[in-house]
Nanobody, 124 residues
Framework: QVQLVESGGGLVQAGGSLRLSCAAS????????MGWFRQAPGSEREFVAA????????YYADSVKGRFTISRDNAKNMVYLQMNSLKPEDTAVYYC?????????????????WGQGTQLTVSA
């Protein structure tokens, strides 16, 4: 099992920037990809971004493409989500997830380990 801890959430004004961090521990050798998902009140959890653990393939939801950047530091077992040009509709709890098996990068069911989430609130 992989343990994940997110940090970096908070309150920011629209147009601002914030970086989320996710620290992985445990069976990190089993990680094949890392992803960020978010869940707004009353909504389902949705894919935001993902990155392969080997190589440098990245994937983004259309809603964040060009504004968010996912990156990783394998030596530190860290994944980051740089968020720029934030909008009120980005307000959500952001979750870090680890994918160790098969499955697509954008589906929730592909990820077996999840963090506790960190709240991002973007004010208008």
């Amino acid at each position: 099992q992989v343990q994940l801890v997110e940090s970096g959430g908070g309150l920011v004004q629209a147009g601002g920037s914030l970086r989320l961090s996710c620290a992985a521990s445990g069976r990190t050798f089993s990680i094949r990809a890392m992803g960020w998902f978010r869940q707004a009140p009353g909504s389902e959890r949705e894919f935001v971004a993902a990155i392969s653990w080997i190589g440098y393939s990245t994937y983004y939801a259309d809603s964040v493409k060009g504004r968010f950047t996912i990156s990783r530091d394998n030596a530190k077992n860290m994944v980051y989500l740089q968020m720029n040009s934030l909008k009120p509709e980005d307000t959500a709890v952001y979750y870090c997830a680890a994918k160790s098996g098969s499955g697509t990068y954008i589906e929730l069911k592909s990820y077996g380990s999840w963090g506790q989430g960190t709240q991002l609130t973007v004010s208008a």
